[in-house]
């Protein structure tokens, strides 16, 4: 049987640079998405990447984050072609 591929309805930015590799987003984040990298931001904290797939635009990870700048989410729009996203920070 056919499997229906489902269509991602977020995706993440982060900022390297602003995140401190705390994990609260890790933790946070329902589907598990979010990993902690080996990439060391320039104070030396490993930093959170996105799998590059499966995020739902859900935010849970952008409203934990404590710090401003770090995460932003993107939210697929509607009118806009297949992985396309709009640029919204999500906001509580
Ligand atoms: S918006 Fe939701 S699904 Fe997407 S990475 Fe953040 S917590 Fe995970
Ligand atoms: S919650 Fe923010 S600071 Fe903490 S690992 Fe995630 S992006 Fe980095």
Redo the contacts with the bound molecule.
């Keep these: 049987m056919a499997e229906t591929a489902k269509r991602d309805?977020?995706?993440?930015r982060i900022d390297t640079d602003e995140c401190k590799g705390c994990g609260l987003?890790i933790e946070?984040?329902?589907?598990?998405?979010?990993h902690l990298s080996d990439h060391l931001n320039p104070y030396g904290y490993r930093t959170a990447a996105?799998?590059g797939a499966?995020?739902?635009?859900?935010?849970?990870?952008?409203l934990?984050c404590p710090e401003p700048g770090a995460?932003t989410?993107l939210?697929l729009a509607r009118g806009l072609a297949a992985g396309k996203f709009a640029d919204e920070r999500?906001t509580p």
């Design positions: 309805r977020g995706s993440l987003c946070a984040c329902p589907p598990k998405v979010i996105y799998a499966g995020c739902t635009g859900c935010g849970m990870c952008f934990i995460i989410v939210r999500v």
